[in-house]
């Protein structure tokens, strides 16, 4: 009989109290809070230990690098250790015909019960040859994992959206893997994307059995419905028309907004602005840069880096994701600085006032 994963902790040692740690971490993870604890408990406690295979494609593994840098360590402990992880190129100690064997059995033992994390894109191009691993192509490794798992994730901006190695001219034929696979796709951008959205995903899936709740392009809403803008700390200042001009000027000391230096937060959606990198330490537009959008489709080929967004959608800060779709990225309505100084002149006045005092730097 298959063992549950709570058995499977204790037969690697775990305490109680350890299971409990990590049920009351995993219940924060997943955004459920404390009354989530004993879901994930008792789910912890029937569920049989789910398989996972972890592939990887065109890709710089810095997604797999991304969660293994997760807040919550006894959560990516347990999912390491208590999980059965059978195939990621990146962890496993086997190589070779072991390797391959190792993800042909779980497709056959765990038809529609395994769960598929990819990360990176897939090559189309020239029959597939720019990626093929043990003599296949991704894709059609792709296709055979695919098959019979019960879900599939993208991590990353290359497997849900072609990222870097989709940008023009695209010579490999990048695609991300929706393209390319007959079943619906949790898709989790982001370039890498956020080590603690990775383990909520995890934890949704495989302590839980649940599907995230998705938006209209199939990412966690909870983490993609607000754009990194409508929570940025620097948004006063984007509302009282308060810019950085020049990254070593003295209103970048202060903190200003850094729209003009190419911030593209108000189209990107993504939770760095709430949920930050680094165990909640910070996120690039904290540490002084805009952000570049690395979550959004084709941010490669959506304008260069430091050259501020011509306009974009004045949306307010309730807009979602689900609401504006399509539109994110393309430029349209009233040009920013109409937005920012015209209809907020009173805002800018009560900031203004508020910056006269010393800013701390940032
Ligand atoms: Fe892509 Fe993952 Fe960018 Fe890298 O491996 S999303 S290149 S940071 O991280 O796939
Ligand atoms: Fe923050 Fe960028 Fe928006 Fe300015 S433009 S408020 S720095 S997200
Ligand atoms: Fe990426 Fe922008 Fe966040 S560049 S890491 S989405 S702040």
């Not at 040692?13 to 955004?31: E, I, K, L, N, P």
């Not at 879900?151 to 870097?164: F, L, M, P």
């Not at 779709?325 to 006045?349: D, E, P, Q, S, Y």
Request: hydrophobic share 40%; net charge neutral.
């Amino acid at each position: 009989m298959s063992l549950s994963i709570w058995q499977s902790m204790q037969q690697k040692g775990y305490t109680r109290r350890d299971f409990f740690q990590f049920c009351a971490a995993a219940a924060t993870v997943a955004g459920l809070g404390p009354s989530g604890v004993s879901q994930v408990a008792s789910a912890f406690e029937k569920k049989e230990k789910p398989a996972v295979l972890w592939m990887h494609f065109q890709e710089c593994t810095c997604c797999s690098e991304s969660f293994l840098r997760a807040s919550h360590p006894i959560v990516l402990d347990v999912l390491l250790d208590v999980l059965s992880l059978n195939y990621s190129e990146t962890l496993m100690a086997a190589s070779g015909f072991q390797a391959e064997k190792s993800l042909n059995d779980t497709i056959k033992n765990n038809k529609g019960k395994y769960i598929v994390l990819v990360e990176g894109a897939v090559p189309t191009g020239a029959d597939g040859v720019y990626c093929m691993i043990g003599g296949k192509t991704a894709e059609s490794i792709l296709q055979t994992v695919a098959r019979d798992a019960a879900a599939v994730v993208a991590w990353g901006s290359c497997a849900s959206n072609g990222c870097v190695q989709a940008a023009k001219p695209n010579p490999t034929g990048a695609t991300p893997i929706y393209k390319l696979i007959d079943k619906p796709v949790i898709n989790v951008p982001g370039c890498p994307p956020i080590a603690d959205v990775m383990m909520a995903v995890v934890t949704h899936l495989l302590v839980l059995g649940q599907v995230p709740a998705l938006d209209n392009q199939n990412r966690p809403k909870e983490f993609y419905g607000r754009r990194v803008h409508d929570t940025c700390y620097r948004r006063p200042n984007y509302d009282a028309g308060l810019f950085v001009e020049s990254f070593d000027d003295e209103n970048a000391r202060k903190g200003y907004c850094l729209y003009k230096m190419g911030c593209k937060g108000p189209v990107t959606y993504n939770a760095c602005s709430v949920v930050k990198w680094n165990e909640g330490t910070s996120y690039p537009i904290q540490s002084g840069h805009g952000c570049i959008g690395c979550s959004e489709t084709g941010f490669w080929d959506n304008g260069p880096i430091y050259q501020h967004l011509p306009s974009f959608p004045g949306f307010g800060v309730e807009s979602t994701a689900d609401k504006i779709g399509g539109l994110v990225g393309i430029a349209t309505v009233a040009g920013v600085a109409a937005h920012a100084v015209v209809t907020n002149v009173r805002k800018r006045k009560v900031i203004a006032e508020v910056h006269e005092e010393d800013q701390p730097e940032v």
